[in-house]
């Protein structure tokens, strides 16, 4: 059972550009989650979705930034117009219903704008 | 709201010395509990988690951690590291009907020979 797929491992945009990072939940996680983490810095949560549903984006800045979960396919985090600020490692977590597994994150893609 | 508080942003031990890593939390509903331990240049693996039960979980690489619902602590222990426990760790809380996970700011390990 594959754990959580995220590519790519290493994305570098210049300013201006879209970025689009993708995050593929464990076989039966049904939540997903976005975070990003900046140098010396905790997670901090962006989004959660389940399928074609978000729940909670309280952490999404308010532009530049969508996320969504679609019927098939993987999870996308969009970032439009990247700026310098926007260079961290983004985390992709997913769940069951229960936690059974409690949450099993992906191993990140991390953004460089230059 | 939930938030988490990791008393200590860095932890430097001796090999072979037994660790505590302090993590406080609140929230207004009942509380599932994580730590989970991050390496340079990688995602976080699951040490250990709360759901509910037993207040004394055990967790891999001989990690525990025991949940106080009245100190609303979950220390993370270790009674005897290796350098390869050298790393960031972090405790995170969800509950209620939230499955947001909230972390803390982490507390970096360093395990010296």
């Known amino acids: 059972n594959a754990g959580v797929m995220q590519n790519p491992r290493h994305l570098v945009r210049r300013r201006g550009q879209e970025a689009r990072l993708r995050c593929s939940p464990m076989?039966?996680?049904?939540?997903v989650y976005w975070y990003r983490q900046l140098p010396e810095e905790g997670l901090k949560f962006m989004v959660y979705?389940?399928?074609?549903?978000?729940?909670?984006e309280s952490g999404m800045p308010k532009e530049r930034f969508s996320a969504e979960f679609p019927k098939e396919g993987p999870s996308i985090l969009r970032i439009q117009q990247v700026v310098r600020g926007d260079s961290a490692a983004y985390f992709c977590?997913?769940?069951?219903?229960?936690?059974?597994?409690?949450?099993?994150f992906g191993s990140g893609t991390r953004l460089t704008v230059v | 709201a939930q938030s988490v508080t990791q008393l200590d942003s860095q932890v430097p031990v001796f090999e072979e010395a037994p660790v505590e890593l302090r993590c406080n939390y609140s929230s207004s509903v009942s509380v599932y509990l994580f730590w989970y331990v991050q390496y340079p240049n990688q995602g976080l693996q699951l040490l250990l988690k709360?759901?509910?039960?037993?207040?004394l979980v055990k967790g891999i690489n001989g990690f525990e951690a025991e949940f106080n619902k009245s100190q609303t602590s979950f220390h993370l222990r270790k009674p005897s590291v290796h350098i390869s426990d050298t790393a960031e760790y972090f405790c995170?809380?969800?509950?209620?009907?939230?499955?947001?996970?909230?972390f803390g700011k982490g507390t970096l390990l360093t395990v010296n020979p």
């Open positions: 977590a997913s769940s069951d219903r229960d936690l059974l597994y409690g949450y099993t």
């Open positions: 076989k039966g996680h049904s939540h």
């Open positions: 709360y759901l509910s039960g037993s207040t």
């Open positions: 979705l389940q399928k074609e549903n978000i729940i909670d």
């Open positions: 995170a809380v969800s509950g209620g009907s939230n499955y947001k996970l909230t």
